[in-house]
């Protein structure tokens, strides 16, 4: 079969070298392999929150919707729950995932539903230019934080470990980490939580860096299939200071998929309740 | 032609329900027509809860303030209801068994031994104990206040959330979310025992913003989806229901008012979110809002929500109360379900403004043009709104007097019209507000009827139709109880022309 090509022809607004780029790479590949190697019969939808992040929707085309900000979690759950059979892709930026949807992010992981979440964290607030996220570092000063950051900054990796979720990965915004992980949280059976150090390049650029300290989990010899462990390697960065910052998957377990639970679900076809008659 | 009021009150807990219900269905199988609704605190156990069931021979729709028959499980319900007490009314009361009770009031009533006999075996549970109970409550009881006769009857007896229930099964639901709050939780626990065998999905997720956001998500999968939930819960979940204004998804609100605001009286009635329906949500969209006033207007306004939301791809929302959704009434004419296809599928949605395909805009021009096409939406779903009854005249249509209201008032207001010289005038498309109310409303004495303090139905009558209704022509409740046939009827006497 000829290879799908699932970018739109939207003009990007994107700063021009944003690693936003970086991550559409990534899942164009991942997705349009899946495409090719299941001969067009995988199904994907996607769900964006808002921020810059949300923009990758405009740019593939994916159906799905791009939705409030903070509410990716559930408008994927809502998918799955309409038709099982989508691999249905979120993406949320920090202030999505860890400042206004906090609490959806850590029910997503609760619930363990078939999706995978992306999260672009520049650490940063970049399309309402550039106020602190609950994972900006102590000290980052900007107009409206004169006195800087005061707060020690959320351990997403940490909490999420710590919900119970059963995939937890860690990538920086590079084309081929994003493809990788990706791969890996599809073949996974379940929620994958998947959090990308995206630097944004005016708010944020001192975490450009972060690419020469960035350490394989795989290549280090961690367990990922040992918590206490993986808790351990999380606490390896802070989101303060960036010496040694561990990525690939932290912790991955098989637990029960939401949708399993009902047999409600398991007659329907290939668009789910929409070819239900009553 | 005589009503007669019953009233059980005890401590929760102390099963004032078990006794209600039984009676209820007992006296509707018997022929007659039984009006019941429930008053309870925010408690689990102790406090003091009652229930008031009122019954005729002919159709009733309310409860009456004056009470023929006192079952006190507690001494608080003697002492608090005793000034509801009618001269010759008569007390049960005295550390007894619930189903002696049960036996006593069916002596009373003159209704055969077998009709309690037969409810107890449908309750099944402690059967050879409750039978005991109920021979000695039936033998010791020495008294009459009636002597009632078995007729024939088609009637059945529902409440308004069991009829919200039923109707979302009729109307071919998919998917239900909801997350508990009184008093909109009852339909939650009506379609859950049915889900599985009825093949469709119940979810209670985190909160209500994550309860109508997956039901955005499935809704545009085609599923026919719908979420319920009553005041503070509907704020939480209006962001989004301007995401399905902008997105074009089809979804279905219930709505089932409490008093507010905040927090208010979490177990009684309002009708104070009226307006709240009509404007929640930022931005300019359409939506449709259906408001019920009894249980089988429940079932028919659900089924109509479902059609106008996949025809037109709006939110539609069914406003009901405490006192409708907790309240039983007897109800014999048949229901007409709207039917409704999917017209929904899987494709780019966007809460940005978007063009055709679902790509986020700020075109100067696409976005003027959605505004437009979301005008001309608005156009049809008022032309198709006229084919429906969006409102119903009930008593002398040529009396001089109107009382206009909507929703769970319809019992009381039914029951006072009767024996008067005076027409009812019931709103129920709240939005889109029907044509046809300017003209009918034109040189009547206009009484309206609301269960709010600031007459929400007169200001969107101002604002529709230019008529102001004077104070003096209101009659609003807003102690977060319902109205009472016999206290609303003086009332409305006081303002007849």
Redesign the interface.
Known sequence: MVRPNILTNKKYTWCPGCPNFQILAGVKKTVEDYMVASKNKEEFAMVTGIGCHAKIYDYINLPGLNSLHGRVPPVALGLKLGNPRLNVLGFSGDGDAYAEGLGHTIHAARFNSNWKYLIHNNQVFSLTVGQPTPTTEIGFKEKTTPLGVKLQPLNPIKMMLSVGATFVARVFADAKQVEWVLKQALRHRGFAFIEILQPCIIFHAQAMQYKNNLYWLEKAGHDKTNLEQAMKRADEFDYNVAKKIPVGIFYQVKKPVFEDQFPQLKKLGKNGWKDIKR | MTRYTLLFGGKAGQGPNILTNLLGSALVKYGYYVFYSRDYQSLIRGGHNFNVLTFCENPLFSNDYEVDLMVALDEVTEETHKKELKKNAVILKGKKENMYYAGAIFKLLGIEFKALDDELKILKKRYEENIVQAKKGYQEEKRTIAQLERKKTKAYFTSGSESIAQGAIKS?L??Y?GYPMTPSTPVLGELAGR??DN???L?E???E?????????????????MVGTSGGGFDLMT??IS?AGM?DVPLVVYLAQRPGPATGVPTYTSQGDLNLTRHAGHGEFQRVVLAPGDPKECQELVSRAFYFSQTFKIPAIVISDKHLAESYYTLTEPIKITKSK?L?????????E?DD????TEDARIVRSNFDRRLKKQEEIAKEAEKFEGYKLYGKRDSKNMIVSWGSTKGAILDCIKDLDLCFLQIIHIDPFPKAIERLLRDKNLILIENNSTAQLGQLIAEKTGVFIGDKHKILRYDARPFLHDELKLAIKGRMR
């Open positions: 071919g998919d998917v979310y889900a599985v093949r469709f999905l979810v997720l985190e909160n913003i994550s309860v109508i956001g997956a039901a955005i998500g499935s809704a545009i999968t085609g599923a026919k989806t962001e989004n995401l997105a999917k929904t599928s899987l494709k780019k949605y966007n809460s940005y978007h395909y679902g790509i986020s």
